[in-house]
């Protein structure tokens, strides 16, 4: 079945600075890769996502970049802000197109005033 | 975005009891929600996915008999723990789609199992 890796688990960054988390996934005919935030004891929120026919898109500080042939697809957050801090988790849609979602393991991005 | 409800938002149970979760699409029709149960600080797993008027599909390695599953209307489904035990304490979120692809999210139940 479909797996979705995550990296780093944990990042720390300095405010302003960028951070890029990196997720694979396993499934070459996944086709829409969604990255939630979540913070402490709620639930996830969908910050960005992308589809299979394009190779990047952008929300403001927030940017998500898909390569199909590799099977990876990153975001990237710039100017980071205190706020910023939480878990984000990438995720993937396996082939067989029921709309589950497979989830990386996360990661906790801390961002240092 | 769409709102997605679920009700209780947390319970304490005693093992062996049973224990039922609603998750409620509130502005949006869902022929399909989805099951999810996380650990602390780890990832979502899928648990199932809940088929309105049909039986739910589950993700291998979930009991469904342990975990019931129903998706009698449009806007509900309930997640049933039965026979509870310490180590089903998680928290369950469900999910549902109001468009081909974007889920959005539950607020989540908090369940512990004494």
């Known amino acids: 079945g479909e797996n979705v890796e995550q990296h780093p688990s944990t990042l720390s960054v300095q405010e302003g600075d960028s951070a890029v988390i990196k997720c694979t996934y396993s499934d070459s005919a996944s086709n829409y890769f969604p990255w939630y935030k979540q913070e402490l004891g709620k639930r996830p929120q969908l910050i960005i996502d992308i589809r299979s026919n394009v190779g990047e898109k952008k929300d403001q500080r927030i940017a998500v970049t898909l390569n199909k042939t590799a099977k990876h697809f990153s975001l990237h957050i710039t100017e980071t802000q205190p706020e910023d801090s939480a878990v984000y988790f990438c995720a993937a849609t396996p082939s067989s197109n029921t709309g589950k979602l497979i989830f990386g393991q996360g990661t906790t991005l801390q961002v240092k005033p | 975005g769409a709102v997605v409800s679920q009700h209780p938002s947390w319970v304490i149970c005693k093992s062996g009891t049973s224990v039922k979760i609603e998750c409620r699409s509130l502005d949006f029709q869902a022929t399909t929600m989805f099951w999810y149960r996380q650990f602390p600080k780890q990832s979502l797993m899928l648990m199932a996915t809940?088929?309105?008027?049909?039986?739910?599909?589950?993700e291998q390695g979930v009991e469904k008999d342990k975990f019931l599953i129903n998706h009698a209307s449009l806007t509900l489904s309930t997640l049933t723990v039965t026979s509870a035990h310490p180590e089903d304490s998680s928290f369950y979120i469900c999910?549902?789609?109001?468009?081909?692809?974007?889920?959005?999210f539950g607020p989540g139940t908090r369940l512990t199992v004494t």
């Open positions: 999910s549902a789609r109001p468009s081909a692809a974007e889920q959005y």
């Open positions: 809940s088929n309105e008027g049909s039986k739910a599909t589950y």
